[in-house]
T-cell receptor, first 115, second 115 residues
Framework: NAGVTQTPKFQVLKTGQSMTLQCAQDMNHEYMSWYRQDPGMGLRLIHYSVGAGITDQGEVPNGYNVSRSTTEDFPLRLLSAAPSQTSVYFC??????????????FGPGTRLTVL | QQQVKQSPQSLIVQKGGISIINCAYENTAFDYFPWYQQFPGKGPALLIAIRPDVSEKKEGRFTISFNKSAKQFSLHIMDSQPGDSATYFCAASMPGYSSASKIIFGSGTRLSIRP
């Protein structure tokens, strides 16, 4: 199993550009989520999905869109990039709902810089 | 009430010493407390976790101490090694699997072990 994969690893955007961060998992997990990691801020939840066709907002959803058409894939779209979105983005999956004793499996991350 | 406060932000320990990272929470609905370890350029990975019905859990050189009355828990790394140098996140999770916003991460501690 490849686990959770993310592409690209690095990306530089100009303000106002749009792009999609890709995330895929091959563990047949129902739950997938996107986090951003900023210095001193920990991991903040952007959007999550509890199954194909179901998504919801997390703590910091503004400026991001998601969709979940298959169990395996959960792309994150930046609509109009802003410097405040410079961050490291992690995709995660877990077998059930993310709470309880579920283990979160994280991808390797995408480092995004917005100029 | 949803916050998990983690300290210190950074920590330097000599090889062979004990590394201690502390976390505190407010919401008594949390009932699972995992620690995640993140190496540079990688995503976080589950290290060790504890339920509040026990005061201590040990796995090798890693020990979680849990104080339910004080709503505090800590990670102790005995005989710290340079390979333990990483960022450590505490987290708190609520029971159930129906909502993704039920795991809250601390802000992270960057641990450096000096040879």
């Amino acid at each position: 199993n490849a686990g959770v994969t993310q592409t690209p690893k690095f990306q530089v955007l100009k303000t106002g550009q749009s792009m999609t961060l890709q995330c895929a998992q091959d563990m047949n997990h129902e739950y997938m989520s996107w986090y951003r990691q900023d210095p001193g801020m920990g991991l903040r939840l952007i959007h999550y999905s509890v199954g194909a066709g179901i998504t919801d907002q997390g703590e910091v959803p503004n400026g991001y869109n998601v969709s979940r058409s298959t169990t395996e894939d959960f792309p994150l779209r930046l609509l109009s990039a802003a410097p405040s979105q410079t961050s490291v983005y992690f995709c995660a999956s877990s077998p059930r709902g993310g709470g309880g004793t579920d283990t979160q499996y994280f991808g390797p991350g995408t480092r995004l810089t917005v100029l | 009430q949803q916050q998990v406060k983690q300290s210190p932000q950074s920590l330097i320990v000599q090889k062979g010493g004990i590394s201690i990272i502390n976390c505190a929470y407010e919401n008594t609905a949390f009932d699972y407390f995992p620690w995640y370890q993140q190496f540079p350029g990688k995503g976080p990975a589950l290290l060790i976790a504890i339920r509040p019905d026990v005061s201590e859990k040990k796995e090798g050189r890693f020990t979680i101490s849990f104080n339910k009355s004080a709503k505090q828990f800590s990670l102790h790394i005995m005989d710290s090694q340079p390979g333990d140098s990483a960022t450590y996140f505490c987290a708190a999770s609520m029971p159930g699997y129906s909502s993704a916003s039920k795991i809250i991460f601390g802000s992270g501690t960057r641990l450096s072990i000096r040879p």
